[in-house]
């Protein structure tokens, strides 16, 4: 059964941070790619940051750019996001997703991706 699955969200002040965990079974990891979403109530699912699992090339949406950084194991079949100096407006619930397609991901096409986890939750208070 393949399983994506966040953990790591919460409650947090601005400015402070977070690191949310991507911990994934049931399909060859090094044949994905592995791509953050975040949607806020009343918002579309948006791409934030995403990571090739086969030559670690990275990619953050300028929202986050500076302040986030995507990170991955190999070993452990895992893919971290750490948000630093978090703002109000980083609060949204938090996927993960996997896909074949680098370009996908890159460009946050969320339509017909291959894999998504069900998401955690990250309010950041002012």
């Known amino acids: 059964e393949v399983q994506l699955v966040e953990s790591g969200g919460g409650l947090v002040q601005a400015g402070g941070s977070l690191k949310l965990t991507c911990a994934a079974s049931?399909?060859?990891?090094?044949?994905?790619?592995i791509g953050w979403f975040r949607q806020a109530p009343g918002k579309e699912r948006e791409g934030i940051s995403c990571?090739?699992?086969?030559?670690?090339?990275?990619y953050y949406a300028d929202s986050v750019k500076g302040r986030f950084t995507i990170s991955k194991d190999n070993a452990k079949n895992t893919v971290t996001l750490q948000m630093n100096s978090l703002k109000p407006e980083d609060s949204a619930v938090y996927y993960c997703?996997?896909?074949?397609?680098?370009?996908?991901?890159?460009?946050?096409?969320?339509?017909?991706?291959?894999?998504w986890g069900k998401g955690t939750l990250v309010t950041v208070s002012s």
């Open positions: 997703a996997a896909d074949r397609s680098w370009t996908r991901l890159r460009l946050g096409i969320i339509n017909n991706m291959d894999y």
């Open positions: 049931g399909f060859t990891f090094g044949e994905y790619d």
């Open positions: 990571i090739s699992t086969s030559d670690g090339a990275k």
